[in-house]
């Protein structure tokens, strides 16, 4: 038999527990396999820095979409999930610059490499790797030591989910090239990694007016300019966050526009067969 003052209610635990991101992960996983993605919970990777095991929440796929004979286009999302009591705030927005690494905005590999397709289209337009909504900052709202006012901090969770996020994304990219180039082969491949911090709760973003004038704004997504350190080298990894209840139609539709990508780089090996350039 248990003691007494081991036994906790049930209303305790469920309360325990809807208030922690552990029943957020499940709702994720039920609601992206329900919307046909291949689903991976709890994905360990070893940290090539640390050689430590390290754990996403969970990674999805797009399903099997029409078959284009030679080509696939394939995103990975990459998610972590953090349950918010209060909102998070993007802030200080990404002005344009000329001397942008669009390589840093979107992170994807090819084959073969170099890879005829991309002579003819272009992917940063095709994907959207620009400044729309693009933020270099971030906090959260928080109540400490029983204080009525908020205070703005970098939570050490966030942060953590944030940096796991981008590693991952830096290690499955060096994994695939790594593999490209000891495999190489004519199939014309394009594999995205899609690194997101999905929150539960309120997400809302900061200008500046000309005035000088802070202007809030209720958003389901905005995206965060991450920059971090893989040893000596400085990188940067932009993440997006989405508000939960956005999460599915965000995904559809990055979905529709891999499957419209897919269809433009098989018409392109279509003509280019027809005129014996594989």
């Known amino acids: 038999m248990l003691p007494e003052d081991s036994l906790v209610s049930k209303d305790v635990v469920r309360d325990c527990l809807e208030r922690s991101g552990y029943l957020m992960e499940s709702r994720l996983v039920r609601a992206l396999s329900a919307a046909d993605f291949f689903v991976e919970p709890n994905v360990s990777h070893k940290d090539p820095r640390t050689g430590k095991a390290r754990e996403i929440d969970l990674t999805a796929e797009s399903g099997f979409g029409p078959f284009r004979p030679g080509v696939t286009v394939k995103t990975t999302f990459v998610i972590e999930a953090v349950n918010n009591r209060y909102p998070v705030v993007l802030l200080t927005e990404r002005p344009s610059t000329p001397n942008a690494d669009f390589e840093s905005y979107l992170k994807f590999g090819i084959t073969p490499n170099p890879c005829p397709f991309l002579d003819g289209i272009d992917i940063y337009e095709e994907k959207a790797a620009d400044w729309e909504n693009l933020f270099s900052q971030y906090c959260v709202l928080s109540k400490k030591d029983g204080r009525e006012e908020f205070m703005a901090s970098h939570p050490d969770d966030i942060y953590s989910s944030i ?46 007016s000309s005035n000088g ?59 280019g067969e027809s005129k014996g350039i594989s």
């Open 163 to 208: 940096l796991k996020a981008a590693e991952y994304t830096e290690d499955q990219m060096m994994e695939f090239e790594n593999w490209s180039s000891t495999e190489p082969d004519k199939y014309w491949r394009m594999f995205i990694w899609h690194p997101i911090l999905v929150i539960s709760g309120q997400l809302l973003t900061a200008k500046l």
């Open 213 to 271: 004038e802070l202007l809030l704004q209720e958003t389901p997504l905005a995206r965060l300019e991450f920059n971090w350190h893989d040893g000596d080298t400085r990188k940067t990894t932009v993440i997006e966050v989405i508000r939960e209840d956005f999460l599915l139609e965000r995904l559809d539709f990055i979905r529709t526009k891999d499957d419209a990508l897919e269809e433009k780089i098989h018409a392109q090996k279509i003509d």
